[in-house]
C-alpha cells in the first residue's frame, strides 16, 4: 500500500463535505514519475460535478461569512495541527505523486503547516481604514460623521495549483480564503490528486463545514473552465503556467472576475566580477537543480560576468556532475526524475537546440537511464547565446544556462530581455552596485545574495509581466479575496 492512498487505490472526490465518486464515474491512472508505476486511480470529475463543487461553496458562502474570526482562526490552526500530525504520509504522498525529494518534500509539508498558522494569525489584521470625514468639504455634513472601511468575503474563490508544490502552493489559496471568509473550489494539478484530497479530509475533520471547501479532480479543460465561468465563483486563484493563466485571465475577465496569477518564469541569477564566487555557485545549484529546476523561481538563466565566467562554470559543472539523482523516495536523492517523459524529450529538446548554436555542454547533457523513471542529468551549458530556445521557454528541468556579460548594461538588458518578470538573484561584494542592478530590473522581487528561489509565506510575492497579476503572501492573498467597503455614520442628522 502507498502512503496517504485510500486502500484499493481509488480517489473520491470532495463535494459538500463529503467524499463522492464522480458524476460519470470515469478514472485515470496516476503515475510516479520515479518509477512509472500506476500509484492509484484518481476521479475524472464531469462538469456536473464542478457545477455542484460550485454550488455547494455558494450554498455555504452566508454562513461560512458570518463565522467569527476567532472561531475561523481556531479551525486553521486545527487544521494546521492535523497536517503536522500527518507529516511523513502526506510528504510520501508528495514525494511519490510528483516525484519531489522526500527530503524537500518534508520541508513543503512544513512550510503548508506554516501557512494555516499565518492565515489564521492574519485574520486578526484584516481590518479597514478610517478618515477624518471633517477634512473633506462634500458631501455637506461630514462634520457630524465618521467614515471607515471594512473588508468583506469575495465569495466562492477557485484555487487552481500546479504540480510542482501541490500542497505549500495549493495552501497559499486555501488558507487565506477560508481566513478571509470565503467557500473555496479547489481544481488541483492531475499529477497530484491525492495530495489534495487527504488535505480536504484535514480540514474537514478540523472543523471546515459542509460545502466551505470542495476538490474537484479533473482536467483543466472543461473542468476548469466550467469552475472559471460559473457565475457564482467570484475570484480565480491560479498558479500555472502563462499560457494557461492568460486563457483564465480572459475567461474570468468575461465575467468581471478577479483574478490572481502567479505564473511563469526566467528568473535571472547575475555573478558580478566582485561576487563571492563560492556563494554564487551554491546559489545556482540550489537554484537551478532543486527539485530539479521544476520551481517557478529556479535559476533559469545564469548571467556571468566575462572575467569570473569560466571559474564559475567549471565549478558549477563538478557540483553538478557530483548530485546524487535517484529515486524521490530515497533518502540520498539530491535531484529526483522530472515530471513526465514528456518533459524529458522537451528538456533534450532544448538541450540539442542551444548546442546546435555552438553552446558547449559542461556536464549532464541527457536523459538518466534508471529503471521506467523519468529522470534528467543535472545539465550546465556554458557560451549560451541569448537567441538559444532555452533561455527564451521555461525549461523546467534541471538544466543550468550560462550567458556572460561585460558590464552592468548589459547585465541588466539580459535579465530583462524576457517577456518574464518573477524574480532575480545578485552576487557582488559591493552592495551599491548590487543595489543598482536590482532597481533596474523588472522583476517582482530581487535577492542581493540569496538565491533566486527564496520565498516568505507571510511576505508579498508574485510576478511582473508575463509572471503574473497580484501577490500571494497570506496578508496580501487576503486583500485581493476581500472587497472594501465604505461605512458612514452620521451620528446628528438633522
Ligand atoms: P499548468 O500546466 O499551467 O497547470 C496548472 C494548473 O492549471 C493545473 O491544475 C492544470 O490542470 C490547470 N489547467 C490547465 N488548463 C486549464 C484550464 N483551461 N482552465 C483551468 N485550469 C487549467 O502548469 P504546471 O505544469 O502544473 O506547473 C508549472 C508552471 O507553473 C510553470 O510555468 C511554473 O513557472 C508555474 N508556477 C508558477 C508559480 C508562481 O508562483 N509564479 C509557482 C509554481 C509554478 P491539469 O493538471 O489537469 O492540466
Aim: with cysteine.
Amino acid at each position: 500500500m502507498i502512503a496517504g492512498i485510500p486502500e484499493g487505490g481509488r480517489g473520491a472526490l470532495f463535494i459538500g463535505g463529503a467524499y463522492r465518486p464522480p458524476d460519470g464515474g470515469r478514472y485515470r491512472p496516476v503515475v510516479d514519475p520515479s518509477t512509472g508505476a500506476v500509484l492509484g486511480e484518481a476521479p475524472v470529475a464531469s462538469v456536473d460535478d464542478a457545477k455542484a463543487a460550485v454550488d455547494a461553496a455558494a450554498a455555504a458562502e452566508e454562513s461560512w461569512a458570518a463565522v467569527p474570526g476567532h472561531e475561523r482562526a481556531r479551525i486553521l490552526r486545527a487544521a494546521a495541527d492535523r497536517l503536522r500530525a500527518d507529516r511523513e504520509t502526506m510528504a510520501r504522498l508528495i514525494a511519490s505523486e510528483v516525484g519531489k525529494p522526500i527530503v524537500d518534500a518534508r520541508t513543503e509539508v512544513d512550510r503548508a503547516v506554516g501557512v494555516y498558522r499565518l492565515a489564521a494569525e492574519e485574520i486578526r489584521q484584516l481590518g479597514g481604514e478610517t478618515f477624518p470625514a471633517d477634512a473633506y468639504e462634500r458631501p455637506a455634513g461630514n462634520e457630524r460623521r465618521f467614515l471607515f472601511t471594512v473588508r468583506d468575503p469575495i465569495g466562492p474563490v477557485v484555487a487552481i495549483g500546479p504540480f510542482n508544490f501541490p500542497l505549500n502552493l495549493l495552501s497559499h489559496k486555501v488558507a487565506p480564503a477560508l481566513a478571509a471568509g470565503d467557500p473555496v473550489v479547489v481544481k488541483p494539478t492531475s499529477a497530484a490528486p491525492f495530495t489534495a484530497l487527504r488535505l480536504a479530509g484535514h480540514l474537514a475533520s478540523a472543523g471546515i463545514p459542509a460545502g466551505v471547501l470542495n476538490v474537484v479532480v479533473g482536467p483543466g479543460e472543461p473542468v476548469g473552465d466550467a469552475l472559471v465561468e460559473h457565475p457564482r465563483t467570484r475570484l480565480v486563484s491560479f498558479t500555472g503556467s502563462t499560457a494557461v493563466g492568460k486563457r483564465i485571465a480572459e475567461r474570468a475577465g468575461r465575467h468581471a472576475k478577479r483574478v490572481i496569477l502567479e505564473l511563469g518564469g526566467l528568473d535571472p541569477l547575475i555573478v558580478l566580477d566582485d561576487a563571492p564566487l563560492d556563494a554564487a555557485v551554491a546559489a545556482a545549484v540550489t537554484g537551478s537543480f532543486g527539485y530539479a529546476g521544476q520551481v517557478c523561481t529556479a535559476s533559469k538563466r545564469l548571467l556571468v560576468q566575462e572575467s569570473v565566467a569560466d571559474s564559475f562554470a567549471r565549478s558549477l559543472a563538478r557540483r553538478a556532475a557530483a548530485l546524487r539523482v535517484g529515486p524521490a523516495l530515497d533518502e540520498a536523492t539530491e535531484v529526483g526524475p522530472v515530471i513526465d517523459t514528456a518533459s524529458v524529450d522537451r528538456l533534450d529538446g532544448l538541450v540539442a537546440d542551444a548546442r546546435s548554436r555552438s553552446a558547449s555542454v559542461l556536464a549532464g547533457g541527457g536523459r538518466v537511464a534508471l529503471g521506467s523513471g523519468s529522470f534528467y542529468a543535472p545539465t550546465v551549458l556554458d557560451h549560451v547565446p541569448g537567441e538559444a530556445r532555452i533561455v527564451r521557454e521555461e525549461p523546467f528541468g534541471p538544466v543550468a544556462p550560462v550567458l556572460r556579460f561585460s558590464d552592468l548594461d548589459e547585465a541588466v538588458r539580459l535579465a530583462n530581455a524576457t517577456p518574464y518578470g518573477l524574480q532575480a538573484a545578485v552576487y557582488t561584494r559591493d552592495l551599491a552596485r548590487g543595489l543598482g542592478v536590482a532597481k533596474r530590473i523588472r522583476a517582482g522581487g530581487v535577492h542581493l545574495n540569496d538565491p533566486t528561489n527564496l520565498r516568505w509565506d507571510a511576505l508579498p510575492f508574485g510576478g511582473v509581466r508575463d509572471s503574473g497579476i497580484g501577490r500571494e503572501g497570506l496578508r496580501s492573498a487576503m486583500h485581493e479575496m476581500t472587497e472594501v467597503k465604505l461605512i458612514s455614520v452620521n451620528y446628528a442628522p438633522p
